[in-house]
T-cell receptor, first 115, second 110 residues
Framework: GAGVSQSPRYKVAKRGQDVALRCDPI?????LFWYQQALGQGPEFLTY????????KSGLPSDRFFAERPEGSVSTLKIQRTQQEDSAVYLC?????????????FGQGTRLTVV | DQQVKQNSPSLSVQEGRISILNCDYT??????FLWYKKYPAEGPTFLIS?????DKNEDGRFTVFLNKSAKHLSLHIVPSQPGDSAVYFC?????????FGKGTLLTVNP
């Protein structure tokens, strides 16, 4: 596709359930980012990949959050034992070059609701 | 501690008038600033940026002004159009990642 694709668009999870969110970046993009956007807030950085290497995971809120990009393209963000405070929109972004600047393209996001 | 602050949650302007969105930051070492626009149910899209070596950058109807001494930037939209109605996020680029403000909801009334 032409842009960053995320799936599912919407996910409702029962508290305690594990979820997996998928990101298909733009083909050939080296950098991939995950952000979390809570209601009424700006996106907050979670983690950054350069190809398959996870260079920064300092924004992951707890050890229940795990991200991977094993082949340097598709990425999955996994949340174990979901809690209500995990409810947010999870945004993925990719860029052709290292880092995120004007060339960072965002997907539409996955809205996670934990009930 | 918020590094990027947008103190106005919302702004309403008439079509054809100027919209001014404001943003303050805390770290004087920041040197690259961006504005993103976000429609409902879509991801943010890049709008305009400015480097700290400049104090103004213009792109069509959009102009960003940077006041380094005040650690303040603003986005001017002239003339405003109904299609500009969206949430606008100010962001700084540092250590390969973006740090966003909370956003300002702009409504342009026909």
């Amino acid at each position: 596709g032409a842009g960053v694709s995320q799936s599912p668009r919407y996910k409702v999870a029962k508290r305690g359930q594990d979820v997996a969110l998928r990101c298909d970046p733009i083909s050939g993009h080296v950098s991939l980012f995950w952000y979390q956007q809570a209601l009424g807030q700006g996106p907050e950085f979670l983690t950054y990949f350069q190809n398959e290497a996870q260079l920064d995971k300092s924004g992951l809120p707890s050890d229940r959050f795990f991200a991977e990009r094993p082949e340097g393209s598709v990425s999955t963000l996994k949340i174990q034992r979901t809690q209500q405070e995990d409810s947010a929109v999870y945004l993925c972004a990719s860029s052709l070059i290292q880092g995120a600047n004007t060339e960072a393209f965002f997907g539409q996001g996955t809205r996670l609701t934990v009930v | 501690d918020q590094q990027v602050k947008q103190n106005s949650p919302s702004l309403s302007v008439q079509e054809g008038r100027i919209s001014i969105l404001n943003c303050d930051y805390t770290n004087s070492m920041f040197d690259y600033f961006l504005w993103y626009k976000k429609y409902p149910a879509e991801g943010p899209t890049f709008l305009i940026s400015i480097s700290s070596i400049k104090d103004k950058n213009e792109d069509g109807r959009f102009t960003v002004f940077l006041n380094k001494s005040a650690k303040h930037l603003s986005l001017h939209i002239v003339p405003s159009q109904p299609g500009d109605s969206a949430v606008y996020f100010c962001a700084v680029y540092s250590n390969y990642k973006l740090t966003f403000g909370k956003g300002t909801l702009l409504t342009v009334n026909p």
